[in-house]
């Protein structure tokens, strides 16, 4: 009989970042998933001062990620670890930057 693994348990041991210029890695951080999930919850908080006009708006972008609902997708085996989060190529630089969820 096929044992049946508890996908609620999947939870992220952090982000990578590995950025790569001219063919080489230059740059390959990786860093603790409880930080990243403080550190979005104090950027959202961030936000909501930035609206009261006490913040400047740099950290705008962070109100759209949804931790909630990769940390859902990743218990009901939609997605899997590692999980590409963002790829981005500066052709003009030579720099390619990849963040993947581990």
């Not at 009989?1 to 210029?21: A, D, F, H, L």
């Not at 860093?31 to 400047?56: C, E, H, S, W, Y």
């Not at 940390?71 to 670890?81: D, F, H, V």
């Amino acid at each position: 009989m096929e044992k049946k693994q508890n996908m609620g348990s999947v939870k992220p041991k952090g982000i990578r970042i590995e950025v790569t210029e001219n063919g080489a890695l230059t740059s390959n951080v990786r860093i603790p998933f409880f930080v990243v999930k403080m550190g979005l919850k104090l950027g959202q908080m961030t936000d909501n001062a930035q609206k009261k006009g006490r913040v400047n708006g740099e950290l705008e972008r962070l109100k759209d990620i949804d931790m909630e609902a990769i940390l859902e997708a990743l218990g009901s085996g939609k997605l899997t670890l590692p999980c590409l989060l963002a790829e981005v190529d500066e052709q003009d630089k030579n720099q390619h930057v990849k963040i993947t969820l581990e």
